[in-house]
């Protein structure tokens, strides 16, 4: 993932930015993201599971065709309605978090290209698994914005 390109899209996010689809705030948005990428890097670990047969298909379908997030999934572990409690002060401190994430996330699997980690659905995944969600995860909540383009 490149930070830069990231963080370009990030410089038109602004606070009051209303979203196009679901509840987040720019910030819960951004700080999602930020887990996420953390999570790939293994700096927050989750324990490995079995995959159920859905979650199986799920995962094929996501990583190995051009589909895109859908609109209204929800993130593992949240009711419906929840948002995570916000960890930054503000947007642009969650901002530069999230690219501090990526910058490690890109050590980490410089360092270790075979490592495996572990995503909150699909399980294990490998780098390259990690570099097909990532590019659609940021796309959706991107589009989220309005700040893909």
Do not use: C
């Amino acid at each position: 993932m490149d930070p830069n390109q990231i963080d370009k899209k990030l410089q038109k996010l602004e606070n009051d930015k209303v979203p196009l689809f679901g509840i987040m705030t720019p910030q819960h948005m951004v700080e999602h993201l930020t887990i996420t990428v953390k999570i790939s890097y293994n700096r927050l670990k989750i324990p490995e599971f079995e995959l159920s047969e859905k979650q199986k298909f799920q995962k094929t379908a996501l990583l190995e065709s051009p589909m895109e997030f859908p609109i209204g999934i929800k993130a593992p572990g949240l009711k419906a309605g929840d948002l995570m409690p916000l960890r930054s002060s503000n947007l642009d401190e969650a901002k530069q978090q999230l690219i501090a994430s990526i910058k490690a996330y890109n050590t980490y699997f410089e360092l270790d290209p075979h490592a495996t980690t572990v995503h909150p659905r699909f399980s294990s995944l490998t780098y390259e698994e990690w570099e097909i969600f990532h590019p659609k995860h940021f796309k959706h909540h991107f589009k989220q914005f309005g700040i893909w383009e």
